[in-house]
């Protein structure tokens, strides 16, 4: 069987099908320049290749690492947990442990030794004669410093620290380290003590005259509908300033005006304008050098004037979120409490360098120079 094709037509569609083949796989090309080795990576221009793909990586990645100045998990292991020769000099650096230390028999100068029978491999030594007989004293390079009676490396605790300030869950930061559960509840204790006690010295009262104040009550670990076993639960009682970030959490008792008033008067400078809801144990905050404003919830969330409650009801929500949902015993909740606040105040920062500060904060070191 015989088919006859027309030439002339089939020329027309294969020009045709050629044509668009042609436009489907055309790519806009730009003239490639070269770049010379050795050129640092900042200093390259911006140069296209066939693919569209600049040196600078995609959406300009890389110049947005460098304006940021947060520490990435790449710079850690890169320029800290290299090898633990440069650990122990960013450690010193840091001032983390200390750079030299004096014996404690002889007062002189200690050496820092190499050894093999411990973990950091280093120790502090002094070996001396003292009427005519010889000693030697050993001293750890953790003494006094935060690592000091741990069994993890320095290594490991670098990057539990990191790990923590990044938000990441404890259960993933023991199964990337190998720890066992109390471990990991130990060191998150170890953590939030330091945001504890360095909130603790920082602390400053809220507001003066011609500021405002929002102020509440709220229980955390309250039963749901009243249903399930008994829960205890916890009081808190905060407050926060318009206009800020500064603002306070302190967990109460009850919420009696006798508990209430002498928080409020430790935290709250005189004077403040002071905004509420209509609980009764703030009905005597004028009488006690305070404007105050109120907002009666079962009506409304603005009052007339504008006033509302708001941003501390805003942070109740935030502040639930971030608590474990059971497990927590009652003396606990001062520890979450602080580090939540401290993760509240240092928001926009990098957490890691934050907690380092905080750290030398508690722990004074000499640092090197």
Same mark, same amino acid.
């Given at each position: &069987?015989?088919?006859?094709?027309?030439?002339?037509?089939?020329?027309?569609?294969?020009?045709?099908?050629?044509?668009?083949?042609?436009? &489907?796989?055309?790519?806009?090309?730009?003239?490639?320049?070269?770049?010379?080795?050795?050129?640092?990576?900042?200093?390259?221009?911006?140069?296209?290749?066939?693919?569209?793909?600049?040196?600078?990586?995609?959406?300009?990645?890389? +110049?947005?690492?460098?304006?940021? &100045?947060?520490?990435?998990?790449?710079?850690?292991?890169?320029?800290? @947990?290299?090898?633990?020769?440069?650990? @122990?000099?960013?450690?010193?650096?840091?001032? @983390?442990?200390?750079?030299?230390?004096?014996?404690?028999?002889?007062?002189?100068?200690?050496?820092?030794?190499?050894?093999?029978?411990?973990?950091?491999?280093?120790?502090?030594?002094?070996?001396?004669?003292?009427?005519?007989?010889?000693?030697?004293?050993?001293?750890?390079?953790?003494?006094?410093?935060?690592?000091?009676?741990?069994?993890?490396?320095?290594?490991?605790?670098?990057?539990?620290?990191?790990?923590?300030?990044?938000?990441?869950?404890?259960?993933?930061?023991?199964?990337?380290?190998?720890?066992?559960?109390?471990?990991?509840?130990?060191?998150?204790?170890?953590?939030?003590?330091?945001?504890?006690?360095?909130?603790?010295?920082?602390?400053?009262?809220?507001?003066?005259?011609?500021?405002?104040?929002?102020?509440?009550?709220?229980?955390?670990?309250?039963?749901?509908?009243?249903?399930?076993?008994?829960?205890?639960?916890?009081?808190?009682?905060?407050?926060?300033? +318009?206009?800020?970030?500064?603002?306070?959490?302190?967990?109460?008792?009850?919420?009696?005006?006798?508990?209430?008033?002498?928080?409020?008067?430790?935290?709250?400078?005189?004077?403040?304008?002071?905004?509420?809801?209509?609980?009764?144990?703030?009905?005597?905050?004028?009488?006690?050098?305070?404007?105050?404003?109120?907002?009666?919830?079962?009506?409304?969330?603005?009052?007339?004037?504008?006033?509302?409650?708001?941003?501390?009801?805003?942070?109740?929500?935030?502040?639930?979120?971030?608590?474990?949902?059971?497990?927590?015993?009652?003396?606990?909740?001062?520890?979450?409490?602080?580090?939540?606040?401290?993760?509240?105040?240092?928001?926009? +920062?990098?957490?890691?360098?934050?907690? @380092?500060?905080?750290?030398?904060?508690?722990?004074?070191?000499?640092?090197?120079?």
């Amino acid at each position: &069987m015989h088919v006859k094709i027309h030439s002339r037509s089939f020329e027309k569609r294969l020009e045709g099908r050629q044509f668009i083949n042609a436009v &489907m796989y055309t790519v806009k090309r730009k003239r490639t320049l070269g770049i010379q080795t050795g050129v640092p990576l900042n200093e390259r221009k911006d140069n296209w290749t066939q693919t569209g793909v600049s040196v600078c990586g995609s959406y300009n990645r890389l +110049e947005r690492q460098e304006k940021r &100045m947060f520490t990435t998990y790449d710079n850690l292991r890169d320029n800290i @947990l290299y090898d633990m020769d440069t650990t @122990l000099e960013w450690l010193k650096k840091e001032g @983390l442990i200390a750079v030299d230390r004096n014996c404690p028999k002889c007062v002189s100068k200690m050496a820092w030794v190499q050894c093999k029978d411990r973990s950091d491999g280093v120790k502090w030594e002094c070996r001396r004669k003292v009427k005519g007989k010889g000693y030697c004293c050993e001293v750890s390079i953790r003494k006094d410093s935060w690592f000091e009676k741990s069994n993890m490396t320095l290594q490991e605790i670098i990057k539990y620290i990191y790990w923590w300030t990044t938000g990441m869950e404890q259960a993933q930061i023991r199964q990337q380290l190998c720890l066992a559960s109390n471990t990991g509840v130990d060191w998150d204790c170890f953590c939030r003590e330091v945001c504890e006690i360095v909130l603790i010295e920082e602390s400053c009262k809220l507001g003066g005259p011609g500021k405002t104040v929002q102020i509440d009550e709220s229980k955390i670990g309250k039963r749901k509908y009243h249903r399930g076993h008994h829960v205890e639960g916890q009081w808190v009682f905060g407050g926060i300033e +318009e206009g800020s970030r500064r603002c306070f959490i302190v967990p109460v008792e009850t919420r009696s005006e006798a508990e209430l008033l002498p928080v409020i008067k430790k935290w709250i400078e005189p004077g403040t304008l002071i905004v509420s809801d209509c609980w009764k144990s703030y009905v005597n905050l004028e009488k006690n050098g305070y404007e105050h404003a109120t907002v009666n919830h079962s009506k409304e969330f603005v009052n007339n004037e504008g006033k509302h409650t708001n941003k501390i009801e805003g942070q109740w929500r935030h502040m639930k979120a971030s608590m474990p949902k059971f497990g927590v015993r009652k003396h606990m909740y001062s520890g979450y409490l602080a580090e939540f606040l401290w993760r509240y105040l240092h928001k926009e +920062e990098d957490l890691f360098e934050v907690f @380092l500060n905080d750290i030398r904060k508690v722990y004074k070191m000499k640092v090197m120079k």
